[in-house]
């Protein structure tokens, strides 16, 4: 049998005769296995997670000897202090007692689903214990319904969606943090005794600080392409705590799922509280491995239209900032075309009748055209971008409103705010954030986008951002015992408003933005196909921040885009071709004034955009294999894309570093067919003289083993090879 991993063991008292419904459960995905024990009035407890186990072989591992209780969702208050749940019920007893009530299984289409109820032995209390497995993809998903059938509401303090222990050893955890500008840094340490908690109180944008995705490396420091490394996602957009407890010398314990603080949640009887879904997947390929497998259901389960390539965009902000005009957008929209892009973004500026959008303080809820900027309207974009052979999109951030808006004037009560407090305002001193858990506000927020595209169905995209935090802790709407649901009915109704926004509006392509990068999470990219990863559009840096946010995140939906030099935010000056192989990395977009670019610089720019698009494919729908880590020292960086079939990959590498005699590293490719022979060429070159082995032929086992020596000339030099087999 395969490298095993034991979570939990055996307890033979679940196995004695006389038990009808079948105990072990095995869920299974194509290289990956998870096995539960559910006796009937027993325990429901987690004996295996890792490679792929077959039927056959559950005995030899239930007799491994091993005799470790490990429960698969432990609750409080009986036998445990730590718990992934913990309530208060009707009458105030906080304890809970639960046994294996009964097992559901179901298919889906593309998975099985098994549903293990548990519940509590003296109260009408359950908790059912849900997972899904994928048919063709490594993952595996977990989430708990919660109900009860008490006499009055009971108080979730802790609910989390899932638990996982694994054995101690030298287990390494990578996360990332960041905050503005700096989003997705990533951040390796050994898991050390004590609890390490990775938490995000935002209230609205969880993915600055820390982010719900975490990878353990279970056989020491991380490796790329080699050790067991498990991922675990949780896919929500509020709050959330993950929290890993190493007590004792036996195993690390996992907890991920709503931040319980100031979130204790009134359950009325028969109401169903559903957790998000915490997926995890497994692979014996290290972080890569890792990454491949998330970057492939993500893809196909948890990003909109995730198997689509995207359009190569041009974005107004940095070009114009909030001075949108006529004459400007038709400028910009003349210039992306004549580059070959496909689609132009109106970003900030161009809304706002009594109050116009000119700066950060004002406009926000009145998304009607600024007439004095913009005189034919949204119609008339529509009309200079379908003459230009391009799509047009724009920016909204409708969650928002501005003190000074005519929004606000009207629903003063509609803002997250406890009634009767002065609230402090974000952005521009003026920002508020809308409460979405009052349906009148859901319906609004869901009017923002249908008016726009009842009266501009031709609106191709739309970059919905949301620049503030909830500080006013409160609501108007949420009365009684739901004053501590702010922000978890925050998220609750965001969803409900995407979820509508979607059933009418499949096919609008939708960018995620928060201040950058800050809602890049699996709570809310089912419903994005895209997200701006950061406001620091300084290549530089870009391949440090794309490199973290790989690690969860595949290339299709990362928004890159070329900036002017110097970079706006660092004010670092970096050569075009640079600025360009970094973006093309994700998906290419440009967010400049074309108009102050050189002739050459054009023509670069040109070249390079009919290049994306012969490599489009692979980049946004290869399988990554990051190979040098800009975290490493090394004078370069590099990260490649395999087409699934192996005919096709693109390598970029980016210096890091530059100074003399410095030892540069071997490339070798990973992810290639050893078998194929692959015949390499250089894209976007501007040195006069081709790399030696220009339009050479290579064995893939040669390339991958091998390796090949390249220069990488200049302090911001960069190359972009492709390999493309040969028959
Ligand atoms: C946020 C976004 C930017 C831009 C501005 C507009 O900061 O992250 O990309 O859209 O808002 O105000």
Redesign the pocket.
């Known amino acids: 049998m395969k490298k095993i991993l034991l979570f939990a063991a055996f307890s033979l008292v679940a196995f004695l005769p006389g038990h009808a419904q079948k105990k072990e459960i095995l869920l299974s995905t194509p290289e990956t296995s998870l096995l539960l024990f559910a006796p009937q009035d027993g325990a429901l407890t987690l004996r295996y997670f890792g490679s792929r186990i077959t039927e056959a072989q559950i005995p030899e591992i239930l007799s491994s000897g091993l005799d470790l209780d490990k429960q698969a969702y432990p609750v409080f208050g009986t036998a445990r202090n730590e718990a992934a749940l913990v309530v208060r019920h009707a009458g105030g007893d906080m304890s809970l007692d639960v046994a294996v009530e009964k097992v559901e299984e179901r298919d889906e289409p593309a998975a099985k689903v098994v549903s293990v109820t548990l519940k509590d032995k003296l109260y009408p209390f359950r908790a059912k214990v849900n997972y899904r497995a994928y048919k063709e993809l490594d993952v595996i998903e977990t989430w708990v319904e919660i109900s009860h059938e008490e006499k009055g509401n009971v108080k979730l303090q802790k609910a989390a969606s899932g638990y996982l222990s694994f054995r101690q050893g030298e287990v390494w955890v990578s996360h990332l943090y960041g905050s503005w500008g700096s989003e997705c840094t990533l951040a390796r340490e050994r898991l050390m005794p004590g609890a390490k908690v990775l938490s995000n109180r935002d209230g609205a944008r969880n993915a600055f600080t820390h982010h719900p995705e975490v990878m353990f490396s279970l056989d020491g420091a991380p490796q790329e392409n080699t050790g067991r490394t498990i991922g675990a996602i949780l896919c929500w957009s509020g709050n959330y705590e993950l929290n890993i407890t190493t007590e004792g010398p036996r195993y690390h314990e996992f907890y991920a799922g709503i931040d319980p603080i100031a979130s204790e949640y009134a359950l009325a009887p028969k109401e169903v509280f559903t957790t998000p879904v915490l997926a995890y997947t497994f692979s014996e390929e290290g972080l890569g491995g890792v990454s491949r497998n998330i970057h492939r259901w993500a893809r196909k389960t948890h990003i909109a239209h995730g198997e689509r390539t995207r359009d190569i965009l041009l974005n107004s902000?940095e070009g114009v900032y909030f001075k949108v005009s006529q004459e400007a957008m038709d400028g910009m929209i003349e210039d992306i075309a004549s580059l070959g892009g496909e689609l132009f973004v109106m970003?900030?500026g161009w809304f706002g009748d009594k109050y116009p959008r000119d700066n950060?303080k004002t406009s926000l809820g009145d998304w009607t055209v600024a007439k004095n900027k913009l005189p034919n309207g949204i119609g008339g974009l529509i009309a200079s971008a379908e003459k230009n052979g391009i799509k047009f999109g724009l920016?909204i951030e409708p969650e928002m409103t501005n003190t000074e808006s005519e929004l606000y004037e009207k629903h003063p009560d509609w803002i997250v705010c406890p009634p009767g407090r002065t609230p402090i305002c974000g952005r521009g001193g003026t920002q508020l954030i809308l409460d979405m858990s009052n349906p009148k506000v859901q319906d609004f927020v869901f009017g923002v986008v249908d008016n726009l595209m009842k009266d501009n169905p031709k609106i191709a995209y739309m970059?919905w951002?949301a620049?503030f935090s909830i500080v006013n802790y409160g609501s108007s709407y949420l009365t009684g015992d739901k004053q501590s649901h702010p922000y978890i009915d925050y998220h609750r109704g965001l969803e409900k408003t995407l979820q509508r926004i979607r059933a009418k509006y499949p096919d609008l392509t939708l960018q995620l933005?928060a201040?950058?990068g800050g809602r890049v999470n699996y709570g809310l990219m089912p419903y994005y196909d895209e997200f701006?990863t950061s406001?620091d559009t300084d290549a530089f840096q870009r391949v440090h921040i794309q490199w973290g946010t790989s690690y969860f995140f595949p290339s299709v939906a990362m928004g890159s885009h070329v900036s002017a030099s110097p970079n706006h935010q660092t004010k670092r000056v970096v050569p075009i071709k640079y600025r360009f192989d970094v973006a093309m990395s994700g998906r290419l977009g440009m967010e400049m004034q074309p108009k102050d670019m050189t002739d050459a610089e054009k023509e670069f720019s040109k070249s390079a955009i009919a290049t994306y698009k012969a490599i489009r494919p692979v980049v946004q729908q290869g399988d990554l294999y990051r190979l040098i880590s800009p975290y490493d020292g090394k004078p370069v960086s590099s990260l490649m894309y395999c087409s699934a079939d192996k005919k096709q990959a693109v390598m970029f590498v980016y210096r890091i570093k530059y100074l003399l005699f410095e030892n540069m590293p071997t490339f070798r490719p990973a992810g290639l067919d050893p078998a194929k022979t692959y015949r390499v060429t250089e894209l976007n070159r501007v040195e006069k003289t081709a790399l030696s082995f220009e339009g050479k032929e290579f064995p893939g086992r040669f390339l991958m083993e091998q390796g090949f020596e390249m220069s990488v000339p200049g302090e911001y030099g960069s190359r972009v090879l492709k390999f493309e087999a040969v028959d």
């Open positions: 902000w970003d900030d950060g920016w970059k951002d620049n933005c201040s950058g701006w406001d």
